[in-house]
């Protein structure tokens, strides 16, 4: 085998193993960590679904398919998963929806839990602040 032969084998094999993060996002079977905001005249939803190896993906109601907008640290990932259950989120009630809302998903193999409010709506304080950090994390990666 010449040097050509091994680059280019060697080229195969690696872009080869390689999935896209939208081939992680359709195989991924752990858990998902969501928050979005959506309603008013639109009707308009926007959701941004979090991985624990730290991928962010996109979905946006009126647009068909889920696109990736990057990638945060996958130990800063599990942190927040951990704090999701830290702050007892997946024990609270809330569903307080309005004209426009906001909310916290939380899916895996054995839980689904979701909180969704409006702005009147009366919520703990650390429910805020943890969906503020998600929403700050999604603005760097996406810009929106």
């Known amino acids: 085998m010449n040097y050509k032969s091994i680059v280019v084998l060697l080229f195969v ?3 080869s193993s390689c999935k896209s993060p939208m081939e992680l996002y359709q195989n991924y079977k ?3 960590l969501s928050i979005g905001s959506g ?3 639109s009707g308009e939803y926007n959701e941004y679904i979090l991985f624990e190896n730290g991928n ?3 979905k946006n109601s009126f647009e068909k398919g889920i696109k990736f907008i ?3 640290p996958a130990n800063e990932a599990k942190q927040i998963f951990k704090n999701y259950f830290t702050l007892k989120f997946d024990d609270i009630e809330l569903n307080s929806p ?3 809302s906001y909310f916290i998903k939380f899916g ?3 839980k689904n ?3 969704i409010w409006a702005n009147s709506s009366k919520i703990e304080p650390k429910v805020k602040v943890f969906y503020d950090i998600l929403r700050s994390k999604v603005k760097k990666l996406s810009g929106k």
């Open 30 to 32: 752990g858990p998902q």
């Open 113 to 115: 839990h979701k909180l």
């Open 70 to 72: 990057g990638s945060i």
């Open 56 to 58: 962010f993906y996109h």
């Open 39 to 41: 309603g008013g005249i």
């Open 13 to 15: 094999l690696i872009f």
């Open 108 to 110: 895996d193999k054995v």
């Open 98 to 100: 309005g004209d426009f």
